[in-house]
Every structure is written in structure tokens, then in C-alpha cells.
Nanobody, 122 residues
């Protein structure tokens, strides 16, 4: 019913920048919050940043001041600008949509993308 497709992951040197994009498609009426999570090998998935439909943002302490999340409600898209990347930012980054209301459907649903690999290494 709903697909989240991420893009923008790549190999980048420490100190570099990347911009991740995620577009949601399907019978979407509205999305409450969208965000980015990441999972490094051997670690649990963790929240990186999230943004509500009204623009309220939340960041993990480890990325504050370096990452910026933004959203285009008309396109059902969310972006993550990542600057001053560090090797510890290496992970698979997942897009998440929370509280998705579908057309002609009762209830709200959550969805995940398939992930995009970000590798920070010299």
C-alpha cells in the first residue's frame, strides 16, 4: 500500500557530507511524522532524527549540530543533510513514516524503507 524509497547513501571520507532522501508513495492521505534511523553492524537500530508534519524536529545527541532533517509534505518526502561525517556514522540508514493515514482506510500505520548504506571511511 505504501512504499518508502531511500536514496543518497554512499562512501564518503571523514569530514564529508551526504544528503539522504526518502519518498513515500501509495494511497497516502497524510503522514504524522517522518524520520531517519540507523543500524550499525552488531548494534541496535537507533533514532537519528525525526520531524513532524508541523516541522518540529528531534535529533540524537550524537548528530546534533551536524545533521539536519527537513520535509516536503506535498511530496511526502523527508531529507537528511549530513555534514562533518565521522566513521561512527557508518550504518544502514532507514526511513520511517509514522501515523500514516491512507485514503478510504480507517486507522494509522507505520512504514519502513529498505535502507541505504552510508560508509564513512578514508
Amino acid at each position: 500500500q505504501v512504499q518508502l524509497v531511500e536514496s543518497g547513501g554512499d562512501l564518503v571520507q571523514p569530514g564529508g557530507s551526504l544528503r539522504l532522501s526518502c519518498a513515500a508513495s501509495g494511497r497516502i492521505f497524510s503522514i504524522n511524522a517522518m524520520g531517519w534511523y540507523r543500524q550499525a553492524p552488531g548494534k541496535q537500530r537507533e533514532l537519528v532524527a525525526a520531524i513532524t508534519s508541523s516541522g518540529t524536529t528531534n535529533y540524537a545527541d550524537s548528530v546534533k549540530g551536524r545533521f539536519a532533517i527537513s520535509r516536503d509534505n506535498a511530496k511526502n518526502a523527508v531529507y537528511l543533510q549530513m555534514n562533518s561525517l565521522k566513521p561512527e556514522d557508518t550504518a544502514v540508514y532507514y526511513c520511517n513514516a509514522v501515523g500514516v493515514v491512507l485514503t478510504r482506510t480507517i486507522g494509522q500505520y507505520d512504514y519502513w524503507g529498505q535502507g541505504t548504506q552510508v560508509t564513512v571511511s578514508s
